[in-house]
């Protein structure tokens, strides 16, 4: 059926009407001062989001951008960072690391399983000579979705002083009780395809004063991701070069209505599906990727028992029901799927999404649950 297509992938993810009408919107100019006013009530809503007083800076890139800005900004050719590398996300930091002469020690984790935070601690505690300029870690590792433990290893940077922590929130940001005042994060990296509920475009950075007095003597080369002209504009409600206004006007408009649900019930929500769409997994007799107190709130990797292939699996979903769902990445390519259930999803898309599985499967040939079961206990979970 034409025009059915729904996306639980994580990103990007399902787009609120709303958002649609303001993409669909005559541009306004980028220097005018009807845009001025979006930009300022934008950027007080995104330090609502981000929980901050810190600036919180937008960029017209993608994730990735906004995470390489995150780096280029606050180190120099050299310097020691740690980084935290459990799957494709991490993966790109090194990567990003290496691109810029940046010296990355890497800590590493089994696809699937999350780091473990006392690599971290041992390595900055042996640091008496404060050498560790950053720690560079992905919070949900949508790869595998395996949740970090945040919390833990920034506390261990916090002890250590010196380092700056650098966190990929990409698929953790508006899913996730991120507080970063409270918890003293210095750079934060996200996009709007995520958990912003809108279309891919825009890459957000949060940067501390902490992460601002290391820019100052940063050396790496930057200019269309240099943060510091990208807050000088900001002071004055504007962006050193165009930005996609329709985008942020789309912006305004999902945080509206992020507001109105309020931080405390988008976590809860995402918690719910989480919960929900693990149990389901479980009813079915299949298996996930990720452990019970390491699982990411957003995305559910799903490993199919031997002889049932994912990518028959995703195909079928896809066939069927119009429901995309993502596939494994580099070697875990056709022995995984992923369920995103991230930003505007609803309690009604995680009960259509377990019931297309269960069709889809049972005509796969697939018959080692009990007809309903994983509806069942998705129901369970999403009316307790
Ligand atoms: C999606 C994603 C990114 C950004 O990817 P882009 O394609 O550049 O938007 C970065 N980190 C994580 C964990 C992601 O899920």
Redesign the pocket.
Known sequence: MEDKLMLMI??PTPVPEQALLALAKAPIGHRSGDFSKVMADVTAKLKWLHQTTNDVLILT???????EAGIINFLSKGDRVLVGDN???GE?WVEVCNAYGVNAEVIKAEWGKPLNPEDFRAKLEADANKEIKAVII??????TGVLNDLVTINSYVKAHEKALIIV?A???LGANNIPIDELGLDVV?S?S??GYMIP?GL?FVAVSPKAWEAYKTADLPKFYLDLGKARKDAAKNSTPFTTSVNMVMALQASLEIMQREGLENIFARHLRHRNATRAAIKALNLDLLAPDDAASHS?TAVVPPEGLDAEKIRATIKKKFDIVMAGGQDHLNGKIFRIGHLGFVGDRDILTAIAALEASISSLGYSNFTSGAGVKAAIEVLNS
Request: hydrophobic share 20%; charged share 15%; aromatic share 4%.
């Open positions: 994580p990103g890139a993608s994730g990735t951008g906004a995470m799957g494709k996300f790109r992905t919070h949900s590792e949508t790869s990929d990409v698929t953790s990296g996009g395809q995520k891919p890459g995305i």
